[in-house]
């Protein structure tokens, strides 16, 4: 073997997994890829429906996910940062540890949920207003605005098992369990997807609820999600330990949750940060008009659909290297962290190039004007660009994040988006004559910075570090 090919063939190792390693990761992601696929493709259903209705309709759901977003990420980043500790106790066998874990989510999530609804229900009406500007179309903004707040009572209601949900179904993840919760979701969208034919539309005998239709399938689906993954948690205590007298006490050691709220507390307030922030930016662009409203949303939702594969590697990232640091085996997690970063960037290369080329027949989908089609369309290419970026972003994250680094990723994540990319999208946005499109390619571009500060992070190995090795004895 000649010195290059033995140079190409050192390399080609250290980036690239063999058969078995794929199929590792992948036992882990693709369960998670096809839930959360499942569940944008019928979101993307759902929205094409309502988008069928009108407009507004479209819009004020679409203003009111963004405001339900950020409760959403509140949920995720606390039980997240607590998960931290789950993945590595059961990484190190310690299922007493889990279930100190699993309780404590439960303080947290009901803390959560009950802020929420109080935010959300006396301060809704304020919050949606933010996004309606336009000259000239004022019966469009208050008939948005009606849509919006019709929509969200409703969705308010769903809070509670929503929480609930991720609070087992991110436990079950922690301890290998990945294949229910995927089947849990694929029950709720078909559920979801059945009662938005029902009741958007009345069919069957169902009353035409539109809006309102759309929201009460969305909390059922939430419901039947619950009960699917806590019936089945409690009926496979001999393969879910952790579970059995999870209920008996409600103590949780005191050191332990000084450890979880030191670690977790950045994580979960990155969580609240980022969400608003994204609520924020998503304000600026609505200083463009309801069109650009309109064309976010179309091009939000795409985008979702693609990103799964991303999405589904951060967490196979938080879940596998969590477990190998937790074993102590530090080496291992560098080196399956590196090509675990290389495959998700590589994959969303090729999903990138394939939404580029469907971008314009996307929007078609939809029943509205040629205008919001054409934005929505460029603002998908803009997406498809600049997926790749998006992988590296979201892998770096929760790559510093299994190694219990959250104020590293605080200051990465959400700190970055209200220092650069805000006061970016604002300037612009307000001072500028910008087209939306050219607007939002400025400020996803942004990123690259956050790119290179990643790699740097990643490289230099800050996330190695094994945070139970003491706890939970």
Request: net charge positive; charged share 10%.
């Amino acid at each position: 073997m000649s010195s290059d090919t033995k140079y190409f063939a050192k390399h080609f190792r250290k980036y690239f997994g063999d058969k078995a390693f794929y199929k590792m990761a992948m036992v882990v992601a693709v369960p998670i890829m096809i839930q959360n696929g499942i569940t944008n493709f019928v979101s993307l259903l759902d929205n094409i429906m309502v988008g069928r209705i009108g407009t507004e309709q479209m819009s004020g759901i679409a203003i009111v996910n963004q405001l339900l977003l950020v409760f959403n990420l509140a949920v995720f980043g606390a039980i997240s940062g607590v998960g931290i500790f789950g993945a590595q106790f059961f990484g190190c066998g310690n299922h007493k540890g889990v279930q100190q874990t699993f309780r404590f989510k439960l303080y947290v999530g009901t803390g959560i949920v009950v802020l929420g609804i109080l935010v959300l229900l006396f301060s809704g009406e304020r919050l949606i207003m933010q996004y309606l500007h336009g000259e000239g179309n004022e019966q469009a903004l208050w008939a948005t605005l009606g849509y919006g707040k019709e929509y969200l009572l409703v969705m308010l209601t769903g809070l509670p098992p929503f929480a609930l949900e991720e609070i087992y179904a991110s436990t079950l993840r922690e301890c290998g369990e990945t294949r229910l919760p995927m089947l849990a979701g694929v029950a709720a969208v078909a559920v979801n997807l059945a009662f938005n034919y029902l009741l958007i539309f009345g069919k069957f005998g169902f009353p035409q609820l539109g809006v309102a239709g759309a929201a009460i399938a969305t909390v059922i689906s939430r419901y039947v999600q619950a009960i699917i993954v806590i019936v089945w948690t409690h009926t496979h205590a001999a393969r879910m330990p952790f579970i059995v007298g999870a209920y008996r006490e409600w103590r949780v050691p005191a050191q332990l949750s000084v450890n979880i709220v030191k670690m977790g507390s950045p994580l979960l307030i990155n969580e609240v940060l980022w969400s608003g922030g994204m609520a924020v930016l998503n304000q600026c662009y609505s200083m463009r008009g309801l069109d650009a409203v309109a064309a976010l949303n179309i091009s939000g939702i795409i985008s979702e659909l693609f990103n799964v594969v991303f999405i589904a590697m951060g967490s196979a990232i938080a879940i596998i290297i969590g477990q190998l640091l937790g074993a102590g085996k530090m080496e291992e997690a560098m080196d399956t962290d590196r090509k675990l970063i290389v495959f998700s960037v590589l994959s969303c290369l090729v999903l990138g190039g394939i939404m580029l080329v469907f971008a314009p027949l996307f929007p078609m989908l939809y029943k509205t004007s040629d205008q919001v089609k054409e934005l929505a369309a460029q603002l998908i290419r803009i997406a498809a660009c600049c997926m790749p970026l998006y992988a590296f972003m979201h892998a770096a994250y929760f790559t510093l994040r299994s190694g219990g680094k959250t104020i590293i990723t605080f200051l990465f994540d959400s700190v970055y988006l209200w220092i650069i990319s805000i006061p970016v999208a604002y300037l612009l946005s307000r001072y500028t004559g910008l087209a939306m499109a050219p607007l939002y390619l400025c400020c996803q571009l942004i990123d690259i910075i956050k790119c290179a500060i990643g790699f740097v992070l990643v490289k230099k190995g800050v996330w190695i570090n094994n945070i139970v090795s003491s706890e939970g004895k």
